[in-house]
């Protein structure tokens, strides 16, 4: 029997544009959020949920990693609006299970689009699509385990297997999954990190030893001078909009650098304070730089050059813990400013103002995010912010350092836990010490090179641990295609997602418990644990009852799944890890470096900060034994005539690739998503006008093309030349082969694009993976770039 759905699929003829807003949250939002909550979970329920959130005795958001106050410093709602819907996802009383998968064709199913599958409800039991079935079926936990244990032990070489890890993965599972993966024999531990902070990591690994930030949240609040480059907070991390009030209260300016002039750096108002309900709010950022995409790089060259000129230089930090410093000078002395500008599309005022305020910090915080990591020289303009950072002698000063923000609430706790495809020596040594087999030391696949590898038929079995992989990769059409050449996909998952339909020739949907949901594992309560942006580690322990009694806890999971894969191999007690997480705890303390006495330290209200030698003690960790200064050309990266540079982003509607709803009300869009925004300038000049519909091309180096259809032109406020529009829905544009150098990491926010009349009116397969077009092959009539154009 069919049942109604909860929502209806997108009609983009329901889109509409209006005045975005001026200032992020307010009562407003509040309520927005609110009354979602109360729809899909009821009063009670909210309540429970809401009031334990983010609380030193309840469970930790399940959105960003932005860090927990002192746990006497929370708010009794700590959460925002975005983490309210977070919840509301995962708390919802929606329910799929053997019935609505009987209802619901596969193909039919992918013909949906993310917002759809995603509204449907949590899943129930745990399902199966068998080679050639056209529907998913109940399946039961021991055969779903055994299932994948056929697969994995048939392989010939453990390396043709791929396990894949969300950045909502709590440490104990991680930990579980990294020593079954490795027991298993590979290192191919490709996580949502490759696709995100990747270039960060790399990055700050090789300039200051750790590819972590240095600040903690009191540093935010004690900064003179904060930074906010590549990032939207007000939609991406809306409790960053907090601290950065805090840090206005005492004084600090703040420096908005991005092409899109965004509400929620413009005016912030609190809804739990008076100011926030009844008032205009606070004033953020004193100064907005809408810099050209991809001029990072340029900028923070610029603005290190001129505190040189300027002699604004803590000759003391550069002279006791840096090197390379001589070099950089050389370099930052010889600067061309007329690339600079070209690349930055700023004048120079603008970027003497912002030098000047650097100048006059005595205390500066650096924070970005995915608009500086997703690119081709990110890895090079992280370590220019870097560089800056070393002239003021920003490391390991109250008050100031490097603040990368994580985009989701364990991404950085599960890559501390060992999930990595190049682990460390010294990690595999203490791996080996503790169980007693050598881990294998070749290094593993990453995100893009594991699906090159399963498109090559080199890696047949891919397994998932949370996420939604298909619709977060690039290149959506060559993606999908490798995902249906595996012979087994397998997904851990809550919610109903694109990688659940689209699959290998075998498919498995295991139903994990939500981290708002009571872990009875063992027949004791569980906890877990994560780790924030900042390095600090602490407890989460979920209020709700579980959505279904046949849901497992990931841990479970991962335990039952070793069992089932290794037996007895190596004398791993999986069995008594899984009945009691104090025993991964016990493990973690003696394998992961900084965690001793780590049950201990979570016991703790708000639990333990990690270990940062260059934060604690100036100390780094790298080859020299102090900072490095870098020295990378300045660039520009050059568009051809008719076509523009465009940033993937998100709508304030969503999280990663979790569509929340089809409302963006700070940039004024609602009812639908497929929108891009032009410089109303460029809209002209390009003979369009707004609201018509066009089909994005994106070109590449090698010739070939792909095409996203129908998005409506909607004139925007951004640097001439640019462009911006949502994601999942613009990732086929972008080719597997263009990443970052150093991290490779997607290059999400330089795709060039031409605009083109949509094919075939308005609507669009509301699930479309786009088109790809070899060079040589088609599009004859398009103006084909010359690749050397392309920079």
């Not at 307010?26 to 927005?32: D, K, N, Y």
């Not at 002239?391 to 991404?411: E, K, M």
Request: contains cysteine.
């Amino acid at each position: 029997m069919s049942r109604k759905p909860p929502v209806d699929d997108i009609d983009e003829a329901d889109l509409r544009v209006g005045e975005p807003k001026e200032a992020a949250a307010g009562p407003a939002a509040v309520a927005v959020s609110l009354k979602r909550a109360v729809e899909q979970m009821g009063v009670r329920r909210t309540a429970s949920t809401l009031s334990r959130l983010n609380q030193a005795d309840g469970f930790d958001c399940q959105g960003c990693g932005w860090p927990d106050p002192d746990p006497g410093d929370r708010a009794a709602a700590e959460f925002c609006e975005n983490g309210a819907k977070a919840v509301t996802e995962e708390a919802t009383l929606r329910t799929i299970g053997a019935e609505f998968f009987a209802a619901h064709p596969v193909a039919e199913l992918a013909q949906r689009t993310d917002y759809w599958l995603g509204q449907q409800g949590r899943i129930v039991e745990p399902m199966v699509l068998r080679p050639g079935a056209t529907h998913y079926a109940p399946i039961g936990w021991d055969e779903a385990f055994d299932l994948v244990a056929g697969h994995l032990t048939g392989l010939d070489d453990p390396d043709r297997a791929v396990f894949y890890t969300s950045g909502k993965t709590s440490n104990e599972a991680a930990f579980a999954y990294q020593l079954f993966v490795r027991a298993y024999g590979t290192n191919n531990l490709p996580d949502c990190s490759n696709m995100c902070h990747e270039s960060t990591s790399v990055a700050l690994a090789e300039v200051i030893g750790i590819g972590k930030g240095s600040v903690t949240l009191h540093d935010l609040h004690e900064a003179e001078l904060i930074v906010i480059a590549g990032q939207n907070p007000g939609t991406n991390h809306p409790r960053m909009l907090t601290a950065l009030e805090v840090a206005k209260r005492n004084g600090a300016r703040i420096i908005s650098v991005n092409p899109l002039r965004e509400a929620g750096l413009v005016r912030f108002r609190n809804p739990q304070k008076p100011r926030g309900v009844v008032g205009t709010g606070t004033e953020l950022a004193d100064l907005h730089l809408p810099i050209r995409l991809n001029g990072d790089l340029a900028l923070f060259q610029a603005i290190g050059a001129l505190l040189l000129e300027w002699d604004a230089v803590d000759h003391d930090f550069v002279e006791q813990h840096t090197t390379g410093f001589e070099r950089y000078a050389e370099h930052a002395r010889n600067l061309d400013w007329d690339v600079v500008l070209a690349s930055t599309g700023l004048s120079r005022e603008q970027i003497e103002e912002a030098a000047a305020m650097f100048r006059e910090s005595g205390r500066t915080v650096t924070c970005w995010a995915m608009g500086i990591t997703q690119h081709r020289n990110a890895v090079a303009t992280v370590k220019e912010i870097a560089n800056v950072a070393f002239l003021q002698g920003s490391i390991g000063r109250p008050g100031a350092g490097l603040c990368p923000v994580r985009g989701h609430s364990n991404v950085q706790g599960d890559r501390t836990m060992g999930i990595w495809e190049r682990p460390p020596a010294h990690f595999l040594d203490r791996l080996r010490d503790e169980f007693g087999f050598d881990p294998p030391r070749e290094h593993g696949l990453d995100s893009v090179a594991a699906i090159t590898a399963l498109h090559e038929g080199r890696a047949k079995v891919f397994v998932g641990l949370g996420g939604n992989f298909v619709a977060a990769a690039p290149d959506t059409a060559t993606t999908e295609e490798a995902m249906r050449r595996a012979d087994l996909t397998v997904h851990v998952s809550t919610k109903l997602n694109r990688s659940h339909v689209v699959h290998g020739r075998q498919a498995l949907i295991l139903p994990a418990l939500g981290r708002s949901e009571r872990d009875r594992t063992g027949g004791r309560d569980q906890r877990v644990t994560v780790e924030d942006s900042m390095s600090a580690v602490h407890a989460s322990r979920g209020p709700l009852e579980p959505a279904s009694p046949h849901l497992r806890s990931e841990v479970d999971i991962v335990c039952s799944l070793a069992i089932a894969t290794l037996g007895d191999r190596h004398r791993i007690p999986w069995a008594a890890m899984r009945d009691d997480y104090a025993e991964i705890r016990a493990r973690i303390a003696r394998v992961v470096p900084g965690c001793a006495a780590y049950d201990e330290k979570v016991d703790r209200p708000g639990g333990f900060t990690l270990p940062h030698p260059p934060r604690d003690s100036r100390t780094f960790p790298t080859e020299s034994g102090s900072a490095v200064f870098t020295v990378s050309p300045t660039e520009v990266l050059h568009v051809p005539e008719g076509h523009l540079l465009l940033q993937t982003l998100r709508s304030h509607d969503q999280f990663n690739t979790t569509i929340y709803g089809l409302d963006d009300r700070y940039r004024g869009v609602s009812g639908g998503r497929r929108v891009v925004f032009v410089h109303p300038d460029d809209v002209a000049a390009l003979g369009l006008s707004d609201g018509a519909h066009v089909d994005l091309v994106s070109v590449w180096e090698d010739g070939s093309t792909r095409r996203a259809p129908r998005f409506r032109v909607v004139p925007y406020d951004q640097p001439r030349g640019c462009a911006a529009a949502y994601y999942p829905e613009t990732n086929p544009l972008v080719a597997l082969g263009s990443t970052a150098e150093g991290s490779n990491t997607p290059t999400y926010k330089s795709v060039v694009v031409r605009l083109e009349p949509a094919r075939g009116g308005v609507e669009a397969h509301p699930s479309d993976a786009g088109e790809v077009v070899p060079p040589g092959r088609g599009d004859e009539d398009k103006r084909q770039v010359d690749p050397d154009q392309l920079g």
